[in-house]
């Protein structure tokens, strides 16, 4: 049931995880502002796993952006692993944002001169981990997600879309981040690719901890999270 301030939470508290607390977020339009978030407040803690469904244009976008810590509500709060990402500047921001924070984008975005394996070495790369230890870790990672043997080998154009996406998911747990965000994970996909890319969301939030939050516009495939939460006009409510 909706309450007055649309929250679908806890109200206090030290939380670990992902919590919004009373987020606004308004945009320009013309003379006037456009809301996308409507004082929503939302905790996903720990291994679990919460569907966001709504229409184009509900606000889904906006949330996940200020999950991620991408846009600075107007106001309200977002914190991480009780970390108010608002109290901290660009650079700590971003800092936080790579240790904490897992995110599957609608589309993998992958390199196409990279191997799936490789794909993740880059991010080892970057964060200046030892090369032995990064690569059998992607490699467990890839083999989590069902990437064994020889597809680990395999370069974009030699996968499936969902083979793509499962590559976007280990990749986004390649930084053992506290939070996953996932947008529209299944719309390149059909059904029954989609509900095993979802079923296994639902695997690695268990089997990770993470904190998941799933934006999804396909409400065929929301039997397979934990919660699911339903998002219009800027606003969280539970469904009826």
């Known amino acids: 049931m909706t309450t007055p301030s649309t929250t679908v939470a806890a109200e206090h508290g030290v939380h670990t995880g992902?919590?919004?607390?009373?987020?606004?977020?308004?945009?320009?339009?013309?003379?006037?502002?456009?809301?996308?978030?409507?004082?929503?407040?939302?905790?996903?803690?720990?291994?679990?796993?919460?569907?966001?469904?709504?229409?184009?244009?509900?606000?889904?976008?906006?949330?996940?952006?200020?999950?991620?810590?991408?846009?600075?509500?107007?106001?309200?709060?977002?914190?991480?692993?009780?970390?108010?990402?608002?109290?901290l500047g660009d650079r700590a921001r971003t800092a936080l944002r790579r240790a904490k924070l897992g995110i599957v984008f609608q589309q993998s975005n992958l390199l196409a001169s990279l191997t799936a394996l490789e794909q993740l070495l880059v991010l080892a790369d970057v964060r200046g981990e030892r090369v032995r230890e990064a690569r059998a870790r992607a490699a467990e990672l890839l083999d989590s997600v069902g990437l064994s043997g020889g597809k680990q080998q395999r370069r974009p154009h030699q996968l499936s879309g969902g083979e793509r996406q499962r590559v976007n998911i280990a990749r986004a747990l390649f930084g053992r981040p506290s939070v996953l965000l996932v947008?529209?994970?299944?719309?390149?996909?059909?059904?029954?690719?989609?509900?095993?890319?979802?079923?296994?969301?639902?695997?690695?939030?268990?089997?990770?901890?993470?904190?998941t939050v799933m934006v999804t516009h396909d409400r065929a495939l929301l039997d397979r999270a934990d919660r699911v939460l339903l998002m219009r006009d800027g606003r969280l409510s539970e469904p009826t």
């Open 183 to 211: 947008d529209e994970p299944t719309s390149a996909l059909d059904h029954e690719r989609g509900a095993r890319i979802v079923e296994l969301l639902g695997e690695v939030t268990r089997t990770h901890r993470t904190a």
């Open 18 to 87: 992902l919590a919004l607390r009373a987020v606004t977020l308004s945009y320009p339009d013309g003379e006037s502002r456009l809301t996308a978030l409507d004082r929503v407040s939302l905790e996903v803690g720990p291994g679990e796993f919460t569907a966001v469904a709504g229409p184009s244009g509900s606000g889904k976008s906006s949330l996940l952006a200020v999950a991620a810590t991408l846009l600075r509500p107007d106001s309200g709060q977002v914190l991480i692993d009780g970390q108010d990402a608002g109290a």
